[in-house]
């Protein structure tokens, strides 16, 4: 049972709306306007160090995990020096948004129209971004649905895993202070490099400084909160906290408690300096447990007592809200910052990494019932039973938890992607599916590709079949087209130019914020960083990875072109004048036809027919992408990892000739199509495995939904590990499920106030229902239910 502590602040994460603050907004511009003329590294951590000194210190009712990036518990903040101009468009109606809406009052609105935005007016990353673009890739990327990067020059790239094990936990920031400045006692100022080095390393003590600073204050306060307090069991709780928050993170912990301490200030940090999506947490089984073990010989806590400590960690990682546009929460529904924590999997050595902490991360999870942590476990064919049995029982408690991975895929992705063995043997997931590794600079999320609108500009001379407008190349008469290779070859030629325009506007995007927006703070959390004298931005990392282009649609655009092969050219059912006629009609009228095309094989279902579409286009994929260089000269990397985008990326593109309606939604990784897997879920991870993972590095995902009898026995969770087992032994990299009834999601839409804490799996990663539009809602209960294995 969870304690009376946890209960009461997870009912208040449960029933608490985001609240916008924008202290941290007007912190960074006023220190912004003391700094004008001072280099721009020196400037962004000076603005995070008077964040650090000045923002509000909160300690909420019953916490023993404090730190806070704002007055309101459920928060998010802004970050004009990113962008302003969409939180100036649409904030009057953020509590009115459909999707991941957020409380602002009139008196905050107006404060930052004359305080804030009036200074970072032509500063900002997207008016740059915007400025500079050009107008073809304006017209394809730009808020359309077929190619989206706004998150990466509306908000900070995030995506990274501070390093725990070498850095952080080792030296504490007082010790990283020491670094850098012996650091640059050795620099020499004759040399331009060095120069740019000392302004790096000043900027790492600023920041370290900072963070420091905020943790002190914290104890400030908490020694203040215990003077006052009269409830004895409380004052002492306070007391520790002050005690440790006067210690951590300057020095390195030395208990469980200081530890979780560490990794939440060190969050707080990461969420200060940029608002980032996926600051991942990484191994956290493999660098708590030696702290775990510790306290339990050493009796100075309980395993409830750990237990308490790991469910608290999961509350505070939910509190805060990404903040972000209307757009970007199409694709990234419900309140998700992707803060991924991975459990299980091999030791750097390749040893079973199972351990206690492994077990109760699980446990937490299915307890809190909170969509943050991501969590994710690693398996491999010799992991322990009981740890894919308590994996497939977190599975059947639905709450779309966890995300399950293949060991052994994963390292392979990253040994691919040139990762020394030891590295790749020691991955973490970043975000939603991405194979990672803690000393990596990366854009896990770079671009959204829509494979649909390819084929709808290859069957419509370029334009969009909903708007009229075109997009896409001019090319050849659809109706002219002879044989289904034409198709086909249109499709690719269609294809490569939405790739060549996502290339386009990411080599854009990392342009800038190697220039606008370096990274300080979480330069200061990589080993190599340090090592080097470079941020973040600049290759600091030991690994600096390409940024990964993200597939849409794969299954929709196989399907229906298949039905093309099958019905116009094979079977010649139909002819493509008659079959353009009907997609610019949106099937109204042709409900024969349109059965028919739902009758031609579907991917998902082990059909070779099918599946070889879908291979043949992940192939040409990776090709295509791998063959571009970004600014640093690594290589793009291409994915199929699952967010929200199938919703937006359906929202734009007209009837499909596989039977689709227009505006529906797409499909998502490498699942299939809603509602076409009508084989067996077996089946489906046949499809799905058929595609070569490995060279996806930036992931793959594939969701399902099992009827939640198939999963209720234990005798059914048992099937279902060996089924997962037997899905990785095909080289596939992930698996996913929900397993609530389609009944209880009915009820949850007509009743949401009953199912506040209702988790599902959306894609890559799980969050309240009840947080869903009713579009995302609906296409989630679309899935199919399968009842057999």
């Known amino acids: 049972m969870i304690t009376e502590r946890i209960e009461s602040l997870r009912q208040n994460y449960i029933n608490a709306k985001p609240v916008i603050s924008y202290q941290r907004a007007r912190i960074w511009t006023e220190s912004h306007k003391k700094t004008e003329g001072e280099s721009i590294p020196i400037r962004r951590a000076k603005a995070f160090r008077d964040t650090c000194q000045q923002i509000d210190v909160t300690i909420f009712d019953g916490e023993l995990i404090v730190g806070a990036i704002g007055e309101f518990r459920k928060c998010g903040i802004l970050t004009p020096e990113f962008s302003w101009n969409w939180v100036d468009r649409e904030m009057d109606n953020f509590d009115k948004r459909v999707q991941d809406p957020y409380v602002m009052t009139d008196e905050q609105r107006a404060f930052v129209r004359k305080n804030i935005f009036p200074y970072w007016k032509g500063k900002s990353l997207e008016e740059a971004f915007l400025a500079q673009l050009p107008k073809e890739t304006t017209k394809v990327a730009v808020d359309t649905g077929f190619v989206d990067n706004d998150s990466k020059w509306r908000q900070a790239v995030g995506e990274i895993t501070p390093d725990y094990q070498d850095v952080l936990f080792k030296k504490g920031f007082g010790g990283i202070i020491r670094q850098a400045k012996e650091n640059i006692s050795k620099l020499f100022l004759t040399s331009a490099e060095d120069m740019k080095k000392k302004d790096f390393y000043n900027s790492i003590i600023i920041t370290s400084q900072g963070i420091i600073t905020l943790a002190n204050r914290y104890s400030e306060k908490a020694r203040e909160m215990a003077d006052a307090e009269n409830?004895?069991?409380?004052?002492?709780?306070?007391?520790?906290?002050?005690?440790?928050?006067?210690?951590?993170?300057?020095?390195?912990?030395?208990t469980f408690y200081e530890a979780i301490q560490f990794v939440w200030f060190t969050q707080v940090g990461g969420i200060i300096s940029e608002n980032p999506l996926a600051l991942n947490i990484g191994r956290f089984d493999q660098f708590m447990y030696p702290y775990y073990k510790s306290d339990m010989d050493k009796g100075i806590m309980t395993k409830d007592?750990?237990?308490?400590?790991?469910?608290l960690l999961w509350i505070k990682l939910s509190e805060w809200v990404w903040t972000i546009s209307a757009n970007t929460a199409e694709f990234f529904?419900?309140?998700?910052?992707?803060?991924?924590?991975?459990?299980?999997?091999?030791?750097?050595?390749?040893?079973d990494a199972t351990n206690d902490l492994s077990y109760m991360c699980l446990k937490a999870t299915e307890r809190v019932k909170t969509h943050q942590p991501g969590l994710s476990v690693r398996i491999h064919q010799d992991c322990p039973g009981s740890f894919l049995d308590a994996v497939t029982y977190l599975v059947s408690k639905g709450t779309g938890f966890p995300a399950i991975h293949n060991d052994a895929a994963g390292y392979q992705m990253l040994i691919n992607a040139g990762y020394e063995p030891e590295d790749a043997r020691d991955w973490n997931n970043c975000g939603c599916v991405v194979p990672h590794f803690r000393k990596t600079g990366e854009w896990t999320s770079a671009v959204n590709i829509n494979f649909t609108a390819a084929l709808e500009f290859a069957l419509n001379r370029g334009k969009s079949r909903i708007t009229g407008e075109k997009i896409g190349l001019d090319e050849k008469n659809p109706m002219n087209f002879k044989s289904y290779e034409e198709v086909e070859k249109a499709f690719y030629k269609q294809f490569d130019n939405l790739?060549?325009?996502?290339?386009?506007?990411?080599l854009l995007a990392q342009k800038l914020h190697k220039e606008m927006v370096p990274r300080p703070f979480l330069s200061s959390c990589i080993e190599e960083c340090m090592i080097k004298g470079r941020d973040l931005v600049d290759t600091g990392a030991k690994y600096n990875i390409g940024p990964v282009l993200t597939g849409i649609g794969l299954a929709v655009t196989s399907n229906s072109l298949a039905v093309i092969k099958k019905l116009v050219f094979e079977d010649k059912v139909t002819t493509m004048e008659n079959l353009i006629k009907v997609l610019d009609a949106n099937w109204e009228g042709y409900e024969e036809l349109r059965q028919l095309a739902i009758a031609v094989p579907k991917y998902g279902n082990d059909i070779d027919y099918v599946d070889d579409i879908a291979i043949k286009m992940a192939n040409h994929y990776y090709k295509e992408g791998h063959r571009y260089k970004d600014i640093n000269g690594n290589n793009f990397i291409t994915a199929f990892m699952g967010i929200s985008n199938y919703l937006p990326a359906g929202k734009v593109i007209g009837a499909t000739s596989c039977g689709r309606k227009a505006r529906e939604p797409l499909s998502e990784g490498v699942s299939p199509f809603a509602g076409s897997d009508t084989s067996t879920p077996l089946a489906a991870m046949r499809s799905a495995a058929k595609i070569n993972q490995d060279v996806h590095s930036g992931g793959t995902l594939l969701n399902l939904r099992l009827n939640e009898d198939l999963v209720s026995t234990k005798?059914?969770?048992?099937?279902?590990?060996?089924m997962i087992q037997s899905?990785?032994?095909?080289?596939?990299?992930?698996?996913?499920?929900?397993?609530?009834?389609?009944?209880?999601?009915?009820?949850?839409?007509?009743?949401p106030e009953n199912y506040k804490d209702l988790l599902v799996r959306v894609a890559g990663y799980s969050t309240q229902f009840v947080n869903l539009s009713r579009a995302m809602q609906d296409a989630i209960i679309a899935r199919t239910a399968h009842e057999n294995y």
Do not use: M, W
């Open 231 to 254: 409830d004895g069991v409380r004052k002492g709780e306070l007391l520790k906290i002050a005690e440790i928050c006067s210690s951590i993170p300057e020095k390195a912990p030395s």
């Open 305 to 311: 007592q750990i237990q308490e400590l790991i469910e």
């Open 333 to 351: 529904a419900g309140y998700n910052q992707f803060q991924n924590l991975t459990v299980g999997g091999k030791t750097r050595e390749g040893k």
């Open 499 to 506: 790739i060549e325009h996502s290339i386009i506007a990411t």
């Open 715 to 722: 005798r059914g969770q048992s099937n279902l590990g060996a």
């Open 727 to 751: 899905f990785f032994s095909l080289g596939a990299f992930h698996v996913q499920f929900n397993t609530i009834s389609t009944e209880t999601l009915r009820k949850a839409q007509n009743n």
